[in-house]
């Protein structure tokens, strides 16, 4: 289904003000991808994640095919030492319990701050610290 179907204004606004909560939190880029997923979704997915380009290494993506019913959620190799497949399992079962109550764009909105929350922020060196 192409995004535009998928959402209201309100509910497009939603899921993009948690994409930028999200970002904000976690100090990773996100992504969302509502569509369908052909053939294999976790490999679609992957296809998908590395379509974003030379920042797909850090960047979370999260690709939802209402269709068919699958969530993927696909970390590249720098956020998968902040975020582990068990937290990325808990954002997808946020997002599938959410769907199945008919709410598509809640379900993305809760499953992405989800990610957000899990992402642990790696802790920052001073240089200045008093010895």
Same mark, same amino acid.
């Given at each position: 289904?192409?995004?535009? $179907?998928?959402?209201?204004?309100?509910?497009?606004?939603?899921?993009v003000r948690a994409i930028r909560l999200a970002q904000q939190q976690s100090q990773l880029p996100v992504s969302v991808y509502v569509g369908t997923l052909e053939g294999d979704s976790r490999a679609a997915a992957l296809t998908l994640h590395g379509a974003l380009g030379e920042g797909s290494a850090r960047t979370v993506l999260v690709a939802v095919d209402p269709g068919a019913r699958r969530?993927?959620?696909? +970390?590249g190799p720098e956020v998968r030492r902040r975020l582990d497949d068990r937290a990325a /399992?808990?954002?997808?079962?946020?997002? +599938?319990?959410?769907?199945? /109550?008919? $709410?598509?764009? /809640?379900?993305i909105a809760s499953g992405v701050l989800a990610l957000a929350e899990h992402a642990h922020?790696?802790?920052?060196?001073? +240089? $200045?610290t008093p010895e």
């Amino acid at each position: 289904m192409p995004a535009g $179907d998928a959402f209201s204004p309100k509910q497009h606004d939603e899921v993009v003000r948690a994409i930028r909560l999200a970002q904000q939190q976690s100090q990773l880029p996100v992504s969302v991808y509502v569509g369908t997923l052909e053939g294999d979704s976790r490999a679609a997915a992957l296809t998908l994640h590395g379509a974003l380009g030379e920042g797909s290494a850090r960047t979370v993506l999260v690709a939802v095919d209402p269709g068919a019913r699958r969530v993927e959620v696909v +970390t590249g190799p720098e956020v998968r030492r902040r975020l582990d497949d068990r937290a990325a /399992g808990l954002a997808a079962m946020t997002m +599938t319990s959410a769907f199945q /109550g008919g $709410d598509l764009a /809640g379900g993305i909105a809760s499953g992405v701050l989800a990610l957000a929350e899990h992402a642990h922020v790696p802790p920052s060196l001073h +240089t $200045d610290t008093p010895e």
